[in-house]
């Protein structure tokens, strides 16, 4: 039987993530340890809770049945501790500390600086430590610990990944348009049917939906470029290279440089927050979020 008196909460949290991604080395990854420290931290854990955790399968290390049933509960307990600490720092009224956030590309450039400006004028002492990442891989880091604040974006139709335990909040409804070079003519999508197209790589919720709005049409789009740096598409289209879908929140700084057209339906990607519902209470995590809506809500009134 399991010993639980003495378990540790970084040790705890080190068999969750080796459970998440199966190897001492992505583990050691995940959490920016060494391989070695994870193995200590491993066997430590062994030791407080007095029995075998891991085993060798061949040259696979895996979790015995007490490994896999102490994992299970590990993101209760972490939980339950995230639910104290943030009680502790709200009862102080004062946001501290560091606050961990994850955001893509174009949130980055668009909302983060007047975000980051809002954090510094409500609460000077917060320390806001920020990671470009893709959406999807965002929100599974998020939920595994990584970080405690995701900026993602869906398209629509293509769901981003839900994750038990991570509460979301709309920051905008950002309109995506057809960005055209100022010497083209038309105004539609079909208008640009013998034109070379800039997309995001395949795989991409982005580029589904670009390359469904153009089949739609009835065409297939000739993807000539294929990047995920939304500047880039910017900077192909006012070259007069290629033609792209922007989103609302892209181009703001674009303007003179390229032709924008709304399209049929008005599509939109929504920009949200997502956060632990353990965390929710923390009022480091609350100024951070507040201050992405208050970024958000003026990048809208000004687009």
Do not use: K
């Not at 490994?67 to 709200?90: M, P, T, Y």
């Not at 946001?95 to 893509?104: D, E, K, M």
């Not at 769901?159 to 960005?179: C, E, K, N, Q, W």
């Amino acid at each position: 039987m399991l010993n639980l008196r003495m378990l540790d909460a970084n040790q705890l949290r080190t068999l969750r993530e080796f459970a998440l991604r199966g190897t001492i080395a992505a583990t050691a990854d995940a959490l920016g340890y060494t391989p070695s420290a994870v193995s200590q931290q491993l066997s430590a854990l062994e030791r407080s809770a007095g029995s075998s955790l891991t085993r060798r399968v061949g040259r696979r290390l895996v979790l015995t049945p007490a490994g896999v049933s102490l994992a299970a509960s590990a993101d209760e307990v972490l939980s339950a501790l995230e639910r104290a600490q943030s009680a502790v720092r709200g009862a102080t009224g004062r946001a501290s500390g560091t606050v961990r956030l994850a955001v893509f590309q174009s949130a980055a450039l668009s909302l983060l600086p007047l975000a980051l400006q809002n954090v510094r004028r409500a609460a000077p002492d917060l320390r806001v430590q920020v990671t470009q990442s893709e959406p999807a891989q965002a929100l599974e880091d998020t939920w595994a610990r990584e970080f405690d604040l995701v900026v993602a974006e869906e398209y629509p139709h293509h769901s981003a990944p839900h994750y038990a335990g991570l509460v979301r909040d709309t920051l905008v409804a950002d309109a995506v348009r057809l960005a055209t070079p100022l010497t083209h003519e038309g105004s539609t999508i079909g208008s640009c049917s013998h034109l070379p197209w800039v997309m995001e790589p395949r795989g991409a919720a982005s580029r589904h939906f670009a390359e469904q709005l153009c089949r739609v049409t009835g065409f297939e789009p000739d993807v000539r470029f294929e990047t995920v740096d939304l500047q880039a598409h910017i900077a192909l289209v006012s070259a007069g290279e290629a033609v792209a879908f922007l989103p609302d929140l892209m181009h703001a700084d674009a303007a003179g440089t390229l032709a924008l057209h709304s399209l049929p339906q008005a599509p939109a990607r929504t920009v949200f927050t997502a956060m632990r519902e353990s965390s929710l209470a923390d009022p480091a995590i609350q100024v951070v979020v507040s201050s992405l809506r208050e970024a958000a809500r003026h990048l809208r009134e000004n687009t």
